[in-house]
């Protein structure tokens, strides 16, 4: 389950081997297309560029550029529930940055999407994170 250890390597504070196994990741979909969860990749490894700190300032513009990378991929692709969780987590970036209008006008028409599955986690995360920019 190499995809999980992604994940799990910015869950534990080690975004180092997470960002190794994405860069490996990616470097397989240029190689063979198979681009099913390009955009989570793409998204992942913004996320631990946010968090790879280790006594530096974490890289926001390179993190910012591969979360834009993982909207546009999402959206090429049709995944809306990918391109939600881009969304998510280029909105809470646009939050921390004092950006709290810009984040709500980007996630809540991908929010507005969705009819069904509000009971799924990333439709709840979104939801208070739509609660928590209009306040």
Same mark, same amino acid.
Request: aromatic share 8%; charged share 25%.
């Given at each position: 389950m190499r995809f999980l250890s992604r994940y799990t390597y910015g869950k534990v504070g080690q975004p180092s081997q997470g960002l190794s196994v994405?860069?490996?990741? $990616?470097?397989?979909?240029?190689?063979?297309? !198979?681009? =099913? =969860?390009?955009?989570?990749?793409?998204?992942?490894?913004?996320? $631990? $560029? $946010?968090?790879?700190? !280790?006594?530096? !300032?974490?890289d926001v513009k390179e993190a910012k550029a591969c979360l834009h990378q993982a909207l546009a991929v999402a959206r090429q692709q049709r995944a809306k529930s990918l391109e939600l969780r881009a969304t998510m987590s280029l909105s809470r970036l646009w939050h921390q940055q004092g950006k709290r209008?810009?984040?709500?006008e980007l996630l809540a028409p991908i929010y507005g999407w969705f009819t069904e599955g509000f009971d799924t986690v990333d439709l709840q995360e979104a939801k208070m994170l739509l609660d928590e920019l209009a306040a």
């Open positions: 994405l860069a490996e990741a $990616l470097t397989m979909v240029d190689q063979t297309a !198979e681009c =099913w =969860w390009e955009a989570e990749l793409h998204r992942l490894k913004g996320a $631990l $560029l $946010l968090a790879h700190a !280790e006594g530096r !300032e974490p209008t810009a984040a709500y």
